[in-house]
């Protein structure tokens, strides 16, 4: 059973109004553009202050195992 509604896949494109590579419908403002860069963004921050936070813990508690047992 053949359910896509158009004769290839060139149609479709066509009536949805095009597209971009960058994910953004043609016609657009970039708006998800801006929102996909965001999200990178704001995941990479995370990443590097929970990984210097973990660190001065991990630091934190070496320090009071070594004062413990020297």
Known sequence: ??????ESFNEAVEAAG????WG???????TMVVLALLGIA?????AV???VREDALLN???DRLAEKYN
Not at 18 to 21: D, L, V
Not at 42 to 46: K, N
């Open 49 to 51: 202050m929970v990984t």
């Open 18 to 21: 095009g597209y971009s590579t």
């Open 42 to 46: 704001i995941s990479v921050i995370s």
């Open 24 to 30: 953004a419908p043609a016609g657009t403002n970039g």
């Open 60 to 62: 934190h508690a070496a």
């Open 1 to 6: 059973m053949n359910t896509f509604p158009y």
